[in-house]
């Protein structure tokens, strides 16, 4: 992983365009005490770096007719079967995500189908014929929460070791000190 280092600015704009992707760059620009093209430019460093992966609008599953969200444990037969797999897997529109795990299974499923007859109809006639061992399903019933990563909550530290760096491939600098006006008497006396 590089190095990239992150200031206060940069962590400031994650924290308000995550938790709303649609404010304004002048709005951010406002509140960061910043011109909007230095904001335009520390969200395009920050797409380049890859930490900002894209926007997007939030669909609520639902009312759009897909009722059932599931998790899918799959077992694979193979380990060498992962690449073939992963390449099929993402020729099915309602498998939203897939990720590698430790544990039981090879992969983690996140499905959307319109109902529990649809999500069967997606088992049988999507993934078994990719040649799985086997799967584990579990049905949510209703999102508690979702949330973005708690940008709020990061620690604004300068650090001499490079552990931190070594563990995350970041910097993170210190949140910047606001200068004291010193007084006329002040500038007077030196």
Do not use: W
Not at 122 to 130: A, E, G, N, S, Y
Not at 153 to 168: F, I, K, M, Q
């Amino acid at each position: 992983m590089g190095h990239h280092q992150l200031d206060y600015l940069d962590y400031k704009i994650l924290k308000m365009i995550a938790a709303d992707a649609r404010t304004p760059f002048l709005e951010v620009a406002r509140e960061c005490n910043v011109s909007g093209a230095a904001i335009h430019q520390r969200v395009q460093k920050l797409i380049n770096l890859g930490i900002i992966k894209g926007s997007e609008f939030t669909l609520d599953s639902n009312r759009i007719g897909f009722e059932t969200c599931a998790y899918i444990g799959v077992f694979l037969q193979a380990p060498g079967q992962f690449k073939d797999v992963i390449e099929k897997l993402k020729e099915i529109p309602e498998v939203v995500e897939c990720h590698y795990t430790t544990g039981q299974y090879d992969m983690f499923l996140k499905i959307y189908a319109r109902n529990n007859n649809h999500l069967l109809q997606i088992i049988h006639t999507k993934l078994q014929p990719l040649g799985l061992a086997r799967t584990e399903s579990i049905i949510s019933f209703k999102e508690a929460f979702r949330r973005q990563l708690p940008i709020e909550n990061l620690v604004y530290r300068e650090s001499n070791s490079t552990e931190d760096e070594e563990e995350t491939g970041f910097t993170i600098s210190p949140k910047p000190r606001r200068r004291r006006n010193r007084s006329k008497e002040e500038k007077g006396s030196k």
